[in-house]
């Protein structure tokens, strides 16, 4: 089977001299290479995930081995049939993870320890650990590692207030991981500033562990943030989905965004349990806030 398109994902922390002009540029050249999909430059480095033919994903491949700042940057590289963006966008930003507490970390010294996939399952299968997942609550709730902490965050920013419930680990093992490892980067700073002794990231995140290591230890599938909004972890042997839906309990549920417009946040739903009941597109604390009024 041959695959005509490339799904890259990516990122580097290194410092960006002025990051604007070099986003201007950036996006010109991106366009250039006919690529959908979103990077943000920052003074701190890029992150970027980015679709296209193979020759442009190529192009830009080579562009980066070529360049002083990015050549030793990790590529992880789905195959597609399709190219799941529908614009590109090429953006400045302060950071390119934006954590609200404590964004001036030095992270050459300050992150946690790496575990390559092969140290990762080795440690979670002979130690006491605890396995923490840093992403966002719709991201663990379509797939996880077995037995993690999945704290129910809507944003990364959450993350440094919902620790305080997690203080009682200060003195475990923790494995610490996310999609990349980009999150786990600035994460495991502020775990370890928090007081954690032991804090340890999953290297190149799941996609790196699912390409290398396959399913073991890994339930559902993984987020990704784009079109494609989930994919299959460890190839042919991935495992199914786990998702339930958020009303009803209901397996075989999909990512949707809540109808109220001040709420938005992707939740899931069973598409029965939709039809059955068209409130439903409500997330569920939106549906509760909003019973009373229908009964007036
Ligand atoms: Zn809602």
Same mark, same amino acid.
């Given at each position: 089977? &041959? &695959?005509?398109?490339?799904?890259?994902? @990516?990122?580097? @922390?290194?410092?960006?001299?002025?990051?604007?002009?070099?986003?201007?540029?950036?996006?010109?050249?991106?366009? /250039?290479?006919?690529?959908?999909?979103?990077?943000?430059?920052?003074?701190?480095?890029?992150?970027?995930?980015?679709?296209? %033919?193979?020759?442009?994903?190529?192009?830009?491949?080579?562009?980066?081995?070529?360049?002083?700042?990015?050549?030793?940057?990790? +590529?992880?590289? $789905?195959?597609?049939?399709?190219?799941? +963006?529908?614009?590109?966008?090429?953006?400045?930003?302060?950071?390119?993870?934006?954590?609200?507490?404590?964004?001036?970390?030095?992270?050459?010294?300050?992150?946690?320890? @790496?575990?390559? %996939?092969?140290?990762?399952?080795?440690?979670? /299968?002979?130690? $006491?650990?605890?396995?923490?997942?840093?992403?966002?609550?719709?991201? &663990?709730?379509?797939?996880?590692?077995?037995?993690?902490?999945? *704290?129910?965050?809507?944003? +990364?920013?959450?993350?440094?207030?919902?620790?305080?419930?997690? /203080?009682?680990?200060?003195?475990?093992?923790?494995?610490?991981?996310?999609?990349?490892?980009?999150?786990?980067?600035?994460?495991?700073?502020?775990?370890?500033?928090?007081?954690?002794?032991?804090?340890?990231?999953?290297?190149?995140?799941?996609?790196?562990?699912?390409?290398?290591?396959? %399913?073991?230890?890994?339930?559902?599938?993984?987020?990704?943030?784009?079109?494609?909004?989930?994919?299959?972890?460890?190839? /042919?042997?991935?495992?199914?989905?786990?998702?339930?839906?958020?009303?009803?309990?209901?397996?075989?549920?999909?990512?949707?965004?809540?109808?109220?417009? $001040?709420?938005?946040?992707?939740?899931?739903?069973?598409?029965?349990?939709?039809?059955?009941?068209?409130?439903?597109?409500?997330?569920?604390?939106?549906? &509760?806030?909003?019973? *009373?009024?229908?009964?007036?």
């Amino acid at each position: 089977m &041959s &695959s005509s398109f490339h799904v890259l994902l @990516y990122y580097k @922390y290194v410092p960006i001299p002025e990051p604007e002009s070099f986003a201007a540029e950036h996006l010109e050249f991106c366009r /250039e290479l006919g690529l959908k999909g979103r990077v943000l430059i920052a003074g701190e480095g890029i992150n970027g995930t980015l679709a296209g %033919p193979v020759e442009a994903t190529d192009r830009y491949r080579k562009w980066a081995a070529e360049h002083p700042l990015f050549a030793d940057m990790d +590529f992880k590289i $789905d195959e597609e049939e399709w190219v799941p +963006f529908k614009r590109l966008s090429v953006r400045p930003r302060k950071e390119i993870v934006t954590l609200g507490a404590g964004d001036d970390f030095d992270l050459e010294k300050e992150t946690g320890e @790496y575990l390559s %996939p092969e140290e990762w399952k080795r440690t979670i /299968e002979e130690e $006491d650990v605890v396995l923490f997942d840093v992403r966002n609550d719709y991201e &663990s709730a379509v797939g996880r590692f077995k037995n993690a902490i999945t *704290p129910q965050i809507e944003t +990364f920013r959450e993350l440094p207030e919902a620790l305080k419930d997690y /203080e009682h680990l200060k003195d475990k093992k923790v494995l610490m991981y996310c999609t990349g490892g980009i999150r786990c980067e600035k994460a495991s700073a502020l775990f370890r500033r928090e007081g954690f002794k032991e804090v340890y990231q999953l290297e190149g995140g799941i996609v790196t562990y699912g390409k290398t290591l396959g %399913p073991e230890h890994w339930e559902g599938e993984c987020f990704v943030f784009d079109e494609r909004m989930t994919v299959p972890v460890g190839g /042919e042997e991935a495992p199914p989905p786990i998702a339930v839906c958020a009303h009803t309990g209901k397996e075989g549920a999909e990512l949707i965004n809540c109808l109220d417009d $001040d709420c938005h946040r992707l939740f899931l739903v069973n598409k029965e349990a939709l039809a059955e009941n068209p409130d439903r597109e409500y997330c569920p604390g939106c549906l &509760s806030k909003k019973a *009373p009024a229908v009964q007036t």
